[in-house]
Structure formats: C-alpha cells, structure tokens
C-alpha cells in the first residue's frame, strides 16, 4: 500500500522558517521524481517545487524561488522541504506525490499558516 506522510508544519509568524518532511512508503522511491504542492484556503491546488531521483535537478514555482529548498533522502524514502522567510501568502497544506503525474494517493498534509 503506497502511503505519503506529511509533517512539519505549524504556526509562524513572517519571516519564521519551517521544514517539512514527506515520508514515502509502498513504492520505488528512488524511481520518481517528487514533487511538493499546497492548496490555499478556498483556492486550487498549486505546485511548489519538484527534485528529480537523486537530488541532482531542482524545480520551483516563481512565488518561493530563493526561499525555499527541496531535497531528499533516498535511505530514508524522505523528501524535504525548508522554508525560509515565510509570508502570509504562503499560508496551505502543503501535500507530497511523485512528479509529475502526483500517481499516488494524497496524503493528509500537513498544514503551515503564517501569521503574526
């Protein structure tokens, strides 16, 4: 059974950092790209960043260019994302999938709001 687990997330206020974590299970980690994605409150879904498998490539959206970092651990079937410099704007649940299909089942997410 493939399972995604979101955690990390909180409160923060501006300019706070957080680091998310996405442990991944029932599949070949080391054969997908992964990719992270949140949904804001009463909007769509919104792609964030993606890594290729080993970590070599990475790709963001424009909005979190500079201030956010993807990376992941293969021994640990982990994917990460560091967030720096956080804004209100960026308050969602951030979600993991593989990339770029998101193949597997959502998982809960885990939820990041900035405020002060």
């Known amino acids: 059974e493939v399972q995604l687990v979101e955690s990390g997330g909180g409160l923060v206020q501006p300019g706070g950092s957080l680091r998310l974590s996405c442990v991944a299970s029932g599949f070949g980690f080391l054969n997908h790209a992964m990719a992270w994605v949140r949904q804001a409150p009463g909007k769509g879904l919104e792609w964030v960043s993606t890594?290729?498998?080993?970590?070599?490539?990475?790709y963001s959206a424009e909005s979190i260019k500079g201030r956010f970092t993807i990376s992941r651990d293969n021994a640990q079937n982990t994917v990460y994302l560091q967030m720096n410099s956080l804004k209100p704007e960026d308050t969602a649940v951030y979600y993991c999938?593989?990339?770029?299909?998101?193949?597997?089942?959502w998982g809960q997410g885990t939820q990041v709001t900035v405020s002060s």
């Open positions: 890594i290729n498998w080993n970590g070599g490539m990475t």
């Open positions: 999938n593989d990339a770029p299909m998101a193949s597997f089942p």
